[in-house]
């Protein structure tokens, strides 16, 4: 029974890597990028809850005289 040759697999396996690089660098070449994009300011929208117009005092237990 013959034996595996695995005296190629390295020449094969960084070849393929070489190749998947090569090929990812062209394609990422090739697209178009924006140069200076222009910011866009959000405008905050104020929301009316019903507490903001209420005066609320809050107390803590342990904040009573005894």
């Known amino acids: 029974m013959p034996q ?8 094969m396996i960084l070849s393929m890597f070489l190749t ?5 660098q062209l394609k990422v070449s090739k697209h178009n990028f924006y140069h200076n994009p222009k910011l866009t300011p959000t405008k905050m929208l104020k929301q ?3 507490w ?15």
Request: aromatic share 16%.
């Open 4 to 11: 595996l040759d695995t005296s190629t697999w390295l020449t």
């Open 20 to 24: 998947l690089f090569i090929i990812f």
């Open 48 to 50: 009316n809850t019903p």
């Open 52 to 66: 903001e117009t209420k005066w609320t005092k809050i107390y803590l237990p342990l904040l009573l005289p005894l």
